[in-house]
């Protein structure tokens, strides 16, 4: 008969083997920002402490080789980490690729394809540069989407001086309050039309330009990488480049035949600048209502061998390679983002 002693002996080996089990950490933006309403931007000085943290209590590993080892049924390191970043901003390769190369921590860039050296900004920045962003605006905005008729009455806040801007340029979108008219629209913009096929969106954002008196222009805070950049930063291999499409379209959103098309040219579009395969991809936004099993289908017919989500999860025996959890990380100093690592490996 086994005793009371024993089976919580047993417990907490099996609690250990789950604890420290692999994980991977989804980023985007490595900058000093003065406006970060959808909490995408580390802070240099803090992704410096993050990876310090990482050399120090985990066992820094690429993707790709974390993914092989899972589907080999090998033993990983205990408190293996992987670093992935989304979305393909210049940053990365400035700001990012530095702190890589001094810790020697190894990553997984994904590119959007149709951004590279473009001065066009991600949908969420360009309603940012419109209704955050000091300046007047005029008091009523209405749009039709899909049918649907959207009416906001942007009163006094159709005009916002500089001081207002300084007054809420800490806002995000996880805030309990909406400080002004132009918050919420700016809120209701982002949700209604990230979903939109990327013709729809554009046809929009061109309508709301006219609207504002705006012509377009990309700020240079807020831009792609260029082909170079991506060549630079995928040159000495501590640094893998991944496809997340090339519209970054919300994949659920769209037909097989045009979620094909944005898995496979991107796929493409990539490996003419690096020069070598991009078996690595991540669906944009990530969670489980932005892409179907069709959607996973069409990837691992394209070729490529793990495809990232984002809902959090630690990597474990029977993972899905095409839907690996990510764990996001936010602009945490050195103290939090250890905080953070020692709960994500206590998950169950």
């Not at 066009?120 to 899909?146: C, H, V, W, Y």
Request: proline letters at 5%; aromatic letters at 8%; glycine letters at 6%.
């Amino acid at each position: 008969m086994v005793g009371v002693s024993s089976l919580r002996s047993v417990a907490r080996s099996i609690k250990r083997q789950f604890s420290y089990a692999p994980l991977v950490l989804l980023y985007h933006r490595i900058d000093e920002l003065s406006l970060d309403p959808q909490l995408l931007s580390v802070t240099p000085e803090h992704f410096n402490q993050h990876l310090e943290v990482i050399r120090r209590k985990g066992w820094p590993m690429a993707l790709r080789d974390m993914v092989q080892a899972l589907q080999r049924n090998e033993k990983l390191p205990r408190k293996a980490v992987a670093v992935t970043f989304d979305d393909g901003y210049a940053d990365n390769v400035v700001n990012a690729k530095p702190l890589l190369e001094r810790y020697g921590v190894p990553s997984t860039v994904y590119v959007t394809s149709g951004y590279v050296g473009t001065s066009r900004e991600f949908l969420a920045d360009q309603l940012e540069s419109l209704f955050l962003l000091p300046g007047t605006l005029p008091l009523n905005l209405k749009l039709t989407i899909r049918g649907d008729v959207y009416e906001w009455d942007l009163g006094k806040d159709g005009s916002y001086s500089e001081e207002a801007y300084q007054s809420n340029r800490h806002w995000h979108v996880e805030s309990s309050d909406t400080p002004t008219a132009r918050h919420k629209v700016y809120l209701a913009l982002c949700q209604l039309l990230y979903a939109l096929p990327s013709v729809e969106q554009r046809s929009i954002l061109d309508g709301l330009l006219h609207w504002a008196g705006r012509t377009p222009h990309g700020r240079s805070t807020h831009r792609a990488m260029t082909a170079s950049e991506i060549a630079v930063l995928a040159r000495n291999g501590l640094v893998d480049v991944g496809s997340h499409t090339v519209e970054h379209p919300s994949l659920a959103s769209l037909s097989p035949d045009d979620q094909r098309r944005e898995i496979v040219r991107s796929k493409a579009d990539l490996e003419a600048i690096v020069e070598r395969a991009v078996t690595s991809f991540a669906y944009p936004f990530g969670t489980r209502a932005d892409y179907t099993v069709e959607t996973v289908k069409i990837v691992r017919e394209a070729g490529y061998t793990n495809a990232c989500s984002n809902f959090p999860g630690l990597l474990l025996g029977g993972t899905d390679p095409w839907q690996l959890p990510r764990l996001l990380v936010r602009d945490w100093d050195g103290e939090e983002f250890h905080h953070r690592l020692v709960q994500w490996w206590g998950m169950d």
